[in-house]
């Protein structure tokens, strides 16, 4: 499997901008595409989740670690069961920049990372059965940031959880069969 990075002369938008009208000379520019593959220096071929940070930076979610791309080399973050500042898992599903430039790293089996750049290393947050604030669950497969900076995490078999970087907590919400339907608006 080859990975194609597509670059071209756009203009960059802050989340939340408005967009460029679509006109022709927006699509009429020369476009570039590198191929990047493991013999480049990408841990594996199967690429699950693809994040271009505000420094540019390309980072690249894999079943075998975090790839993060300078335009040139690849540096690759793997877990290791002996520094517990290493990333968490291998299995890398979903990768975010939050409003603050922090970048999270969301992972099967290992919860939820967040990645400290100065150091290169990582905190990460788990499943603690006796901490109801804690992760419901270390498989999370979906992550999103509302408007207030919190952190919605969609796990499997575990709900969904909203995490609070301010206070550092999760909350929990699981689904309940047993619960009255909501009403719904007339």
Same mark, same amino acid.
């Given at each position: #499997?080859?990975?194609?990075?597509? /670059? ?5 938008? %802050?989340? =939340? ?5 679509? $006109?022709?000379?927006?699509?009429? !520019? ?10 480049? *220096?990408? $841990?594996?071929? !199967? ?6 940070? %505000?420094?540019?930076? #390309? ?19 793997? /877990? ?12 890398? &599903? ?6 603050? *430039? @922090? ?5 099967? @089996?290992? =919860?939820?990372? &967040? ?7 990582? %905190? ?15 498989? @999370?497969?979906? #992550?999103?940031?509302?408007?207030? *900076? ?8 575990? *709900? ?13 919400? &699981? ?9 719904? /608006?007339?």
């Amino acid at each position: #499997m080859t990975l194609f990075i597509f /670059a071209a002369a756009t203009p960059a938008y %802050s989340q =939340g901008s408005d967009l460029p009208a679509a $006109s022709p000379r927006n699509f009429n !520019q020369e476009l570039q595409f590198d191929h990047l593959t493991v013999e480049d *220096g990408l $841990s594996s071929h !199967q690429v699950l989740t693809i994040l271009q940070d %505000s420094h540019g930076f #390309m980072w690249f979610g894999t079943f075998n670690g975090l790839n993060r791309y300078d335009g040139h080399t690849f540096t690759v973050f793997r /877990a290791d069961p002996d520094d517990p500042h290493s990333i968490s898992s291998n299995i890398i &599903r979903t990768i975010h920049e939050d409003q603050q *430039g @922090i970048l999270w790293i969301a992972t099967s @089996i290992g =919860g939820l990372n &967040r990645f400290h750049p100065v150091t290169q290393t990582f %905190s990460y947050y788990l499943n603690n059965p006796d901490d109801p604030h804690s992760l419901a669950g270390n498989n @999370i497969y979906t #992550m999103f940031e509302d408007s207030k *900076g919190y952190l919605w995490l969609g796990t499997t078999s575990h *709900g969904l959880d909203r995490f609070d970087p301010a206070t550092q907590q999760f909350t929990r919400y &699981r689904y309940d069969p047993e619960a009255p339907a909501p009403k719904q /608006a007339r």
